[in-house]
């Protein structure tokens, strides 16, 4: 069967010190990656999406980076984190939207 | 207008009770449907997706319908443990992303 493994569950970050956030997803090939966000009290914000290796799309600019650099390995940067970049950042794994997402457990960014 | 929208809440219902969510979507292009809970501080898990000729699973029905771009959510014989957000989510035009509404709250008392 297929897993999604997040990690870390939980970080505390000062503002402007940089940042890594990795997702691995078992079990499964060539599946597609999301990474969502979602602050506090708010919806699901779509950030990045992949389809392959070395593929990513970004739905909002701003202060984040993606990358894939293996099939099942989805990565989430920034440099410099910002206030406003805390929040509960999920990813996700399908392999086609006709059968919906399945999330990690997520990791709760706190900036200060 | 929002892609997917849904009241908030929150539906404050006693145990054995009936509540029903609706959900609007602004894109007719949209292929897939799904309702998706999420418990306090967790990730979103997938409740059920939701076909066109509608479907049910145990007390949960879910309804379809195209031409007013709707979607609902039907919970018979509330239990506690059903205390959750439910968000409505369905696919872009584009086919490889989902979109998610903001969710409607629902509480259920003893």
């Known amino acids: 069967s297929q897993t999604i493994h997040q990690w870390p569950a939980t970080l505390v970050q000062p503002v402007g010190s940089p940042l890594s956030l990795e997702c691995t997803v078992e079990?499964?090939?060539?599946?597609?990656l999301y990474w969502y966000r979602q602050a506090a009290g708010r919806g699901l914000q779509l950030l990045f999406y992949?389809?392959?290796?070395?593929?990513i799309s970004s739905e909002v600019p701003q202060n984040l980076s993606a990358s894939r650099p293996q099939d099942r390995q989805f990565i989430l940067s920034s440099k410099k984190l910002l206030l406003s970049d805390s929040g509960f950042y999920l990813c996700?794994?399908?392999?086609?939207?006709?059968?919906?997402?399945?999330f990690g457990s997520g990791t709760r960014l706190t900036v200060v | 207008r929002k892609e997917v929208e849904q009241d908030p809440g929150p539906f404050n219902v006693p145990e054995g009770a009936t509540v029903a969510f609706n959900c609007t979507y602004s894109n007719s292009a949209s292929q897939s449907f799904f309702w998706y809970r999420q418990d306090c501080r967790k990730e979103p898990k997938l409740l059920m997706s939701v076909y066109s000729s509608g479907n049910e699973d145990g007390r949960f029905t879910a309804q379809l319908n195209r031409a007013s771009q709707y979607i609902s959510l039907l919970i018979r014989d509330s239990k506690l443990s059903d205390s959750a957000t439910y968000l409505c989510?369905?696919?872009?035009?584009?086919?490889?992303?989902?979109?998610f509404g903001a969710g409607t709250i629902l509480r259920v008392k003893s």
């Open positions: 079990g499964t090939s060539n599946p597609n």
């Open positions: 989510v369905v696919s872009r035009w584009d086919g490889n992303k989902l979109v």
């Open positions: 996700a794994w399908s392999p086609g939207t006709t059968y919906g997402y399945t």
């Open positions: 992949s389809v392959g290796i070395g593929q």
